[in-house]
């Protein structure tokens, strides 16, 4: 098979797997059924096209060939259990629906089918970890190795995880539908933090080489980018979006030539991604204005989204409104409390109000257990200590962040900040 030949499935495999697994799981009501059928097909065009050529519609070709073994199986299923009329019944209703046009696209359909299967990769019934390696293959088309190299794991243990969330969906007897009322917005919480936790873990590599993962990080905007579409009623997903948007225009700036980590304020704005800027104050405004439409206020991600519109609206690092930042953590706390705000919100208070406002409220959260392997509490207590001229105390607190630090990238950058030079950095 010629490279082009591959690379070109593999292109249409990773924009289409999700919405072909997502209606076979409509006509199948299995997930993990669905996925294997489409995994059929994929494996079928691999075969199919270096003899026959790349079809004109290659995502139509890959939906009708998943459609036509979904449907075989529905038939074979229907034979089997023909004695049992009710049974039979409800198979009929599934060949009716999916049979009389194969190549027709019913895009409302297929964009049904996807939010539902949104629903069900991030299921509460299912772990965290399952959650998100189930996400990242059915919604991301990433393959297991993909996913293993991604966050640091052995493919094993990454197929594991799959193969237990498909089979605790299957005996959970989780139903392909949308949840409503209340139900909506509990399980839209466990969406929204699944894209989350895949998009912090590709802007902040918790372990590894490299201080970021760029790849999680596309995928989880890519997944925002298709929830909005499919929930644009939903303050909290627009917010998510604008979230990611922001913080990925300055992907290009976080690290210098050799992929050292930049900080915040010494990156070269310049180097931000206006596009991206716009999109995420666009979807900022949206989320306002839904929250306005509901009069209720801005949910967690569309505060940290606001925050970080702070950051690029300032054309220098001085620019920047600490005041407001600080405001915002405030809100942020009230509404979403945990160690880890109230860190950040040390920080701004710091910028805005000198480094011994901030290293008061750091101070209170020294024996927090939460962050008692948190290496960003050390790290922080770190510069304010050297902003306050207590170097020696600085010092001490950067080597205990490098120490926790799991990441070789950042662990360099404390360590220098220690005034220690690393062992890979000599």
């Given at each position: 098979m010629s490279d082009a030949v591959r690379r070109a499935v593999e292109a249409v495999w990773r924009i289409e797997s999700a919405r072909i697994v997502a209606v076979l799981t409509r006509m199948l009501r299995d997930v993990g059924l669905a996925e294997e059928m489409a995994q059929e097909a994929l494996?079928?065009?691999?075969?199919?096209?270096?003899?026959?050529?790349?079809?004109?519609?290659?995502?139509?070709?890959?939906?009708?060939?998943?459609?036509?073994?979904?449907?075989?199986?529905?038939?074979?299923?229907?034979?089997?259990?023909?004695?049992?009329?009710?049974?039979?019944?409800e198979i009929e209703g599934l060949l009716q629906d999916a049979a009389p046009d194969l190549d027709r696209a019913v895009e409302d359909k297929i964009g049904d089918d996807l939010l539902r299967l949104v629903f069900i990769a991030c299921h509460p019934v299912l772990p965290t970890e399952g959650r998100v390696a189930l996400t990242l293959r059915l919604l991301g088309g990433l393959t297991t190795d993909e996913i293993a190299r991604a966050f640091l794991v052995p493919e094993p243990t990454v197929a594991q995880r799959i193969v237990r969330a498909k089979r605790t969906l299957a005996e959970a007897r989780v139903p392909f539908e949308v949840p409503v009322g209340h139900e909506l917005v509990q399980r839209l919480a466990s969406v929204l933090?699944?894209?989350?936790?895949?998009?912090?873990?590709?802007?902040?590599?918790?372990?590894?080489?490299?201080?970021?993962?760029?790849?999680?990080?596309?995928?989880?905007?890519?997944?925002?980018?298709?929830?909005?579409?499919?929930a644009p009623r939903e303050p909290e997903v627009h917010g998510l979006a604008a979230l990611m948007e922001i913080q990925s225009s300055r992907a290009r700036a976080r690290t210098d030539a050799q992929g050292a980590p930049v900080l915040l304020l010494e990156q070269d704005r310049?180097?931000?991604?206006?596009?991206?800027?716009?999109?995420?104050?666009?979807?900022?405004?949206?989320?306002?204005?839904?929250?306005?439409?509901?009069?209720?206020?801005?949910?967690?991600?569309?505060?940290?989204?606001?925050?970080?519109?702070?950051?690029?609206?300032?054309?220098?690092?001085?620019?920047?409104?600490?005041?407001?930042?600080?405001?915002?953590?405030?809100?942020?706390?009230?509404?979403?409390?945990?160690?880890?705000?109230?860190?950040?919100?040390?920080?701004?208070?710091?910028?805005?109000?000198?480094?011994?406002?901030?290293?008061?409220?750091?101070?209170?959260?020294?024996?927090?257990?939460?962050?008692?392997?948190?290496?960003?509490?050390?790290?922080?207590?770190?510069?304010?200590?050297?902003?306050?001229?207590?170097?020696?105390?600085?010092?001490?607190?950067?080597?205990?962040?490098?120490?926790?630090?799991?990441?070789?990238?950042?662990?360099?950058?404390?360590?220098?900040?220690?005034?220690?030079?690393?062992?890979?950095?000599?």
């Open positions: 494996v079928s065009a691999l075969e199919t096209w270096p003899a026959n050529g790349t079809p004109d519609n290659p995502a139509a070709w890959l939906m009708t060939a998943a459609k036509h073994r979904a449907l075989d199986w529905l038939r074979h299923r229907k034979l089997e259990q023909e004695r049992e009329p009710a049974l039979t019944y933090q699944v894209v989350y936790l895949i998009y912090n873990e590709g802007y902040a590599a918790s372990a590894g080489a490299d201080w970021m993962r760029p790849a999680l990080c596309e995928e989880a905007l890519r997944l925002g980018r298709i929830l909005a579409g499919l310049a180097r931000w991604d206006q596009l991206l800027i716009r999109r995420g104050l666009a979807a900022l405004e949206r989320a306002d204005m839904l929250c306005r439409e509901h009069g209720r206020a801005l949910g967690p991600y569309a505060l940290q989204a606001a925050i970080a519109a702070c950051h690029a609206r300032a054309r220098k690092a001085e620019d920047t409104d600490w005041q407001r930042i600080a405001a915002l953590y405030d809100a942020l706390a009230q509404l979403a409390p945990s160690p880890v705000v109230e860190l950040n919100r040390a920080v701004a208070v710091a910028m805005a109000f000198g480094p011994a406002a901030g290293l008061e409220l750091v101070d209170s959260l020294v024996d927090e257990p939460a962050l008692r392997r948190y290496h960003l509490l050390p790290s922080v207590r770190g510069d304010l200590l050297h902003k306050l001229g207590r170097l020696d105390e600085a010092r001490l607190e950067f080597e205990r962040a490098a120490a926790l630090t799991r990441n070789e990238r950042e662990r360099t950058l404390l360590l220098e900040r220690a005034g220690i030079r690393s062992a890979s950095n000599p």
